[in-house]
């Protein structure tokens, strides 16, 4: 039995933006066609000063994939103390015939690529098509990859953003201009930076309302990112009592995402969410229906999404006979 072994720099020549989008396309439309198996993840906190390492799992009928997701962050001491980064990822890919090992790869890069394309996905279905001004709450990784994967599906013209560091908002700005030549401007206030908004990402780790619902104009499309675990929390949500509301998967969402937060004030119920967003793309439906509906695509993120993702990267790999075989047997 040949396991293929991927190296991170390997995994990033062997898969585009283009790719993950479509990859993110097929995993919430199986997820929604009963072709997915994908139990709730698991994780060990350890203790102080170390961090978390979180494992999820999902199985793919289409195309016969199991696939384990491992990943660990918020060991800070890393770097300095064993010389390895403060969060790594792996992932392990099954045949789901014989469950023989087909695959290991890093898994660092996978979890943003995968999570930029998910923001990508909702602008496809939810923003206006006239949007042109992305503003951006947080300026971290998972921002960077939002911008990365939505300017692959519309033309961004302007960048607000906003973040507690000045200096991470200031190496935001310089990233991105360089990269993508879009102009970023540092706002001085939130408050500024949301009424620009044609189209508001949160990527935070904020535990707490970072966004009032007043300073959302009608037709502001929202990709709620940053919260992921109970406790996190970025969106007033009053912003839900009269907008579109769209799940990655409501039985995430309603327990560890922003969904949770009007659901647990009684502001909305579960029959106040529209869809999940599988159902859109299968036609089942609707996106957006006029242009001054406000729309919140809340993200938790799904081990589908590493494995439809990951198993694209492997069958490149293949293709192009990238990588190395180890036999374990
Ligand atoms: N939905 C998903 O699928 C998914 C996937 C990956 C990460 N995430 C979540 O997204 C969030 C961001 O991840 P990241 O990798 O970009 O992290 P990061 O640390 O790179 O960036 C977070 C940014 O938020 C800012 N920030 C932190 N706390 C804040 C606060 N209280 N108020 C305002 N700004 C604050 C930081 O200065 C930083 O710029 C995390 O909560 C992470 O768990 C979600």
Known sequence: MKTLLLKKEEVRSLISMKEVISTVEEAYKAFNSNQVVQPDYIGIHLPPPRGEIDFKLSYYMANEVISMKASSGGFNDNPAVHGVPSGMGTILLFDGKSCALICVMDGSLITGLRTGAAGAVSVKLLARKNSRKVTSIGTGNQARMQIRAISEVMNIEEIHAWDNSPDTLA?????????????????????????????????????????????????????????????????????????????????????????????????????????????????????????????????????????????KIYRNALGNNVGSFFEFL
């Not at 579109?244 to 327990?255: F, G, L, M, P």
């Not at 036609?283 to 509906?293: I, L, V």
Request: with cysteine.
């Open 171 to 311: 190496r935001f700005k310089a990233d991105i201009e360089g990269e993508f030549g879009i102009p970023v401007s540092m706002a001085s206030s939130k408050k500024t930076a949301v009424e620009l908004a044609d189209i508001l990402i949160t990527t935070t780790r904020g535990k707490g309302t970072l966004v009032e619902a007043d300073w959302i104009k009608p037709g502001t499309h929202i990709v709620a990112i940053g919260t992921d675990q109970q406790g996190k929390q970025e969106l007033d949500p009053e912003i839900f009592r009269h907008a579109k509301i769209v799940n990655d998967s409501t039985s995430q969402c309603a327990e560890k995402g922003e969904t949770w937060h009007p659901l647990n004030a009684k502001i909305i119920t579960y029959d106040d969410i529209h869809a999940e967003i599988g159902e859109i793309l299968l036609g089942e439906k609707p996106g957006r229906e006029n242009d001054e509906e406000i729309t919140i695509f809340d993200s938790t993120g799904m081990a589908i999404q590493d494995n439809t993702t990951a198993e």
